[in-house]
């Protein structure tokens, strides 16, 4: 499975963290960094996260992971390139009256990332660098990546919306 990576300076370290990780975990993942390829503190997130989005847009079968200070402003320009559909992960901080899947109380903060495939087939995660520890990056990938989108109708019909 190929993976298209990028960041910010803002995500920069994350990123770097995520890759070794990723490339190490023996599942065949083939990890392809988008930049950036050094610690720039005046550096753009968009001209790394076009690279990303991009890429994944035109390869329907990969995932794209992008790292940025809030990862807002990474899956707002993400979701501009046709065929990509970025979600964003905080981290372990769920909102306040969250509901599960099934509409029972949750505390899982990794609801939102099971959801954004089960639900929107998200192929491109965006991490909000400054809110999130590795760990708690490294889970929400796998998870990603784990998780299959449901293919429900409902599901589909939604998606196809969007293009």
Do not use: C, W
């Amino acid at each position: 499975m190929k993976i298209f990576i990028g960041a910010d300076h803002a995500g920069y370290e994350l990123k770097e963290i995520l890759k070794t990780y990723l490339s190490g975990l023996g599942m065949g993942y083939e990890v392809e960094d988008k930049g950036a390829s050094s610690f720039n503190a005046d550096d753009d997130y968009p001209d790394f996260i076009k690279l990303v989005a991009e890429a994944v847009g035109s390869n329907k079968e990969s995932f794209g992971i992008i790292l940025g200070g809030s990862g807002q402003g990474e899956a707002m320009y993400a979701n501009r390139v046709a065929g990509v559909r970025a979600a964003v992960f905080y981290g372990a901080s769920p909102a306040a009256g969250a509901v599960d899947i099934k509409g029972k109380a949750s505390n899982d903060p990794f609801e939102i990332v099971k959801l954004s495939r089960a639900h929107n087939d998200a192929n491109i995660l965006s991490i909000g660098a400054r809110f999130v520890s590795p760990d708690e990056a490294k889970f929400a990938v796998e998870l990603f990546l784990n998780t299959k989108f449901s293919g429900e109708e409902r599901h589909q019909r939604r998606i196809n919306k969007l293009a």
